[in-house]
């Protein structure tokens, strides 16, 4: 395990760093997978309803353009700080 050693290779504790940084973005995506469809539907349930602004929450509406754009954001300024 030389390559671990050496200061130019990479150290064991920044593997385990990146490992468990994809291991929190694939769960952080497995909960938007499953949760954001359900809000979806009951987004466009409440826009049925003619609740002011419901359109907002539709699944076309913006909110969940803001969400998506949000997690990216977040993706991104995680690793940028890592640097």
Not at 59 to 83: D, E, P, R, T
Request: proline share 2%; charged share 15%; net charge positive.
């Amino acid at each position: 395990m030389k390559l671990f050693q050496s200061k130019k290779g990479i150290g064991m504790g920044q593997i385990g760093k990146y490992i468990g940084a994809i291991i929190g973005i694939v769960v952080l995506f497995l909960l938007l997978a499953d949760l954001v469809p359900e809000a979806q539907t009951a987004g466009d349930t409440l826009n049925e309803s003619g609740v002011p602004l419901g359109s907002l929450f539709a699944s076309s509406g913006v909110l969940f353009v803001i969400i998506m754009a949000g997690v990216l954001l977040f993706v991104v300024g995680y690793f940028w700080k890592k640097k």
